[in-house]
């Protein structure tokens, strides 16, 4: 019976999506993404991962809509 191989996360190509940044105040910095309302990292960079952070850690500024979500994004950058 061959051995099988394990699943690598690196293998899968995840990419960041620039929309992350203004839907779940999210960026890329080198390899990492990261919260700019917390500046905590998420583990590997899917939505899933990035929309849960999102949602349960941030329910106040989902409230946050317009211009003054973009300026809140702009200065946290």
């Given at each position: 019976m061959a051995a099988k191989s394990k699943r690598k996360v690196d293998n899968e190509n995840r990419q960041f999506n620039d929309d992350w940044t203004v839907h779940y105040c999210f960026v890329q910095q080198?390899?990492?993404?990261?919260?700019?309302?917390?500046?905590?990292?998420?583990?590997?960079?899917?939505?899933?991962?990035?929309?849960?952070?999102?949602?349960?850690?941030?329910?106040?500024f989902h409230n946050v809509v317009g211009d003054e979500r973009t300026a809140r994004i702009e200065s946290h950058l």
């Open positions: 080198q390899t990492n993404v990261i919260c700019l309302l917390c500046h905590s990292t998420v583990a590997v960079a899917k939505v899933s991962n990035i929309k849960s952070h999102y949602e349960t850690k941030h329910q106040d």
